[in-house]
């Protein structure tokens, strides 16, 4: 069975740093791509970036470019997502998901709720 | 970038009704479009891809036809589950540009 598993919710300072995981199961994590989406609070869904597992190859949507790092392990089949320096706009449920050339994102996690309050 | 742009933004419909909600692209983008329904507090799930293509499990009163810029998604006979936001995607080349959404409330 194919699971995407994302880490707890997260609550954190402006300013501060955070990752935030993504783990595959139940398939050939090389063989797909990982996007990311955010969904800030009452919004429609954003496309942040995506990355190649096999390559580990990255390309991020000109919105996110410079705001967010995405990366992987193989190893642990898992997808990262990365801020440096968080501000209070990065409010926001983020999700991974699957995604295959022909049918798109197929498979996706549950959401991870990142939450930048002072 | 691609930009997509759905209608409406809400449709108020009831159950059984037949409803179509339109996705428009703003260059031609063949046949690379998906649709997904969210419920509240849920993840998006995955209803159709490559303009038409029904994914597994997907009941059979969605539909999705259209191609180059202009998309539809049509439920032949709504039920009570299908009240909920559905989103289109381009998902050829990067960006894969979400349109902003059509809400389906309840008449």
């Known amino acids: 069975e194919v699971q995407l598993m994302q880490s707890g919710a997260e609550v954190k300072k402006p300013g501060e740093s955070l990752r935030i995981s993504c783990k595959t199961s139940?398939?050939?994590?090389?063989?797909?791509?990982i996007n990311w989406v955010r969904q800030m609070p009452g919004k429609g869904l954003e496309w942040m970036g995506k990355?190649?597992?096999?390559?580990?190859?990255?390309t991020y949507s000109p919105s996110f470019q410079g705001h967010v790092t995405i990366s992987g392990d193989k190893s642990i089949t898992t997808a990262y997502l990365q801020w440096s320096s968080l501000k209070a706009s990065d409010t926001a449920i983020y999700y991974c998901?699957?995604?295959?050339?022909?049918?798109?994102?197929?498979?996706w996690g549950q959401g991870t709720l990142v939450t930048v309050s002072s | 970038d691609i930009q997509m742009t759905q209608s409406p933004s809400t449709l108020s419909a009831s159950v059984g009704d037949r409803v179509t909600i339109i996705c428009r692209a703003s260059?031609?983008?063949?046949?690379?479009l998906a649709w997904y329904q969210q419920k509240p507090g849920k993840a998006p799930k995955l209803l159709i891809y490559?303009?038409?293509s029904l994914e597994s499990g997907v009941p059979s009163r969605f539909s999705g036809s259209g191609s180059g810029t202009e998309f539809t998604l049509t439920i032949s006979s709504l039920q009570p589950d299908d009240f909920a936001t559905y989103y289109c995607?381009?998902?050829?080349?990067?960006?894969?540009?979400f349109g902003q959404g059509t809400k389906l409330e309840i008449k």
């Open positions: 990355i190649d597992p096999s390559d580990s190859s990255t």
């Open positions: 490559k303009a038409s």
């Open positions: 139940g398939y050939s994590f090389a063989n797909y791509w």
């Open positions: 995607q381009y998902y050829n080349s990067s960006p894969y540009t």
């Open positions: 260059q031609t983008i063949s046949s690379w």
């Open positions: 998901a699957r995604h295959d050339y022909s049918t798109s994102s197929d498979y």
